[in-house]
């Protein structure tokens, strides 16, 4: 790694703080919970880092469409379940809809009867292979991604390695970066998001990264990733500090681009049934934050705006597709 650490006796003082975009959120019911767009709403209007911090906009899904964990089904199809969070957004610009796709048991056609209804409304698709347990290669994806390129959309796929106890590699699950990689080798002018970056830390992150750079080497597939959940538990922030540094001198140049700040919420630590976890969540930016300054010197307030605001708005405003 070619990391630049800085004595923290002689910082450069930077402005670290301004707006966010959260680009990986959920309302609906997972498990036992249940949130609204309401719920979603009320955490994400505060002000974080005593003020310093607000959340301009997030890139939500609704659970919902994704799983049911009684009978392993979603709990709405694609149409009931994606018009319930589109009727929700229609009236509030923080709200960023992402519709849900569910390969084997919908179609696409539902899913472009709602492109057709909304079609600025609608910023992108997303994918859960896990929840699906259909593999992230499959051609069920196809028509989907298909869509996703006529209609000018990114993609976001729940990415996830599995590992043991002890955070060490196992085998690959439906969800493998390698397999979404794949798909996304098909349709290289669509942006694809690793979401989560292979989950599950260590070896799992460190398969996310490897995919996401060897994307970038061979220049075949347009990724991306993102930091849901990615060191949420270690304040040094490791796997950050070496996809950033990674991305910053890649063999295609600086490409700090693909990086996208997200964490998940209203899930695990940042839920606990009605997002009341302000302060874990305002932690997260602030010790992200302090990592990329005390890795990157006068490199910090760049990547900073990159990663938590500017890359995101690019993404969600691009025509990647010139053809449309």
């Known amino acids: 790694m ?3 650490n800085i004595n923290t006796n002689h910082r450069v003082k930077q402005n670290f703080n ?24 009320d955490f994400f209007n505060r002000k ?21 964990t009684d009978n392993k089904t979603p709990y709405k199809d694609e149409l009931s379940g994606n018009l319930k969070l589109l009727k929700a957004c229609l009236n509030n610009d923080k709200l960023v809809p992402f519709v849900v796709c569910q390969p084997g048991y919908g179609s696409a056609e539902n899913i472009e009867l709602l492109l057709g209804m909304y079609p600025k409304l609608i910023k992108g698709l997303k994918f859960h292979p896990a929840c699906l347990d259909l593999a992230a290669n499959d051609i069920k994806y196809i028509p989907y991604m298909k869509l996703a390129e006529k209609y000018n959309k990114p993609c976001l796929f729940h990415s996830e390695v599995i590992t043991d106890a002890n955070n060490k590699f196992i085998r690959s699950g439906v969800s493998d970066p390698e397999f979404i990689y794949e798909t996304a080798r098909q349709f290289p002018n669509v942006p694809v998001i690793l979401g989560h970056m292979g989950l599950g830390g260590g070896e ?9 750079m060897d994307s970038i ?16 538990d270690n304040p040094a922030k490791p796997h950050i500090i070496e996809v950033v540094d990674k991305l910053l001198h890649s063999s295609k ?7 996208l700040f997200g964490t998940d919420a209203p899930l695990g630590v940042f839920g ?10 305002e932690n997260n930016i602030k010790n992200i934050k302090e990592a990329i300054r005390d890795n990157f010197g006068e490199d910090a307030n760049k990547l900073i705006s990159r990663i938590f605001y500017r890359n995101s708005k690019k993404l969600l405003t691009q025509n990647f597709n010139q053809t449309v």
Do not use: M, P
């Open 2 to 4: 070619q990391v630049c």
């Open 18 to 41: 301004g707006k966010i975009i959260d680009s990986h959120v959920h309302c609906g019911k997972w498990t036992n919970d249940l949130f609204s767009t309401d719920n979603v709403l």
């Open 253 to 259: 140049g600086d490409k700090t681009e693909k990086l």
């Open 48 to 68: 974080f880092n005593n003020g310093k911090d607000t959340i301009d906009r997030v890139i939500i899904s609704n659970l919902d469409c994704i799983i049911n």
């Open 217 to 232: 080497d061979h220049n075949d597939a347009n990724l991306y990733a993102d930091l849901a959940w990615v060191d949420w």
């Open 272 to 281: 606990e049934k009605a997002l009341k976890q302000k302060d874990a969540y």
């Open 204 to 212: 799992a992150n460190e398969a996310g990264i490897k995919t996401l």
